[in-house]
Nanobody
């Protein structure tokens, strides 16, 4: 069973930065759309960002635009999410997944291969 591995989370102060990594073994990201989502306790999962690896297009939720950056490394079969100027409201578990079913980038029903995610906690 393919699962994506998200890593790089941690505890950081308000205004700090983190780099999240998303990788998979036995599955190539080539020409795929890789999305990052997050879920805070008691809240629904929300889309954060997505990168289309066929043309490099990137998408961001309004809440993170200008602060987060998504990038890919084809050689490493990895996608990274740079979290900058973090705020307490960014606290959540962050997941990456592959868009297999052609949904809009922000619609989680189109994604699969969800892993365990990585926890990001921002203290005020």
């Amino acid at each position: 069973e393919v699962q994506l591995q998200a890593s790089g989370g941690g505890l950081v102060q308000d205004g700090g930065s983190l780099r999240l990594s998303c990788s998979a073994s036995g599955f190539s990201f080539e020409n795929r759309a890789i999305g990052w989502f997050r879920q805070a306790p008691g809240k629904e999962r929300e889309a954060v960002s997505c990168i289309m690896l066929n043309d490099g297009s990137t998408y961001y939720a309004d809440s993170v635009k200008g602060r987060f950056i998504i990038q890919s490394d084809g050689a490493a079969n990895s996608v990274y999410l740079y979290l900058n100027i973090l705020k307490p409201e960014d606290t959540a578990r962050y997941f990456c997944a592959v868009n297999l079913y052609g949904s809009e980038w922000y619609e989680d029903w189109g994604y699969d291969y969800w892993g365990q995610g990585t926890q990001v906690t921002v203290s005020s």
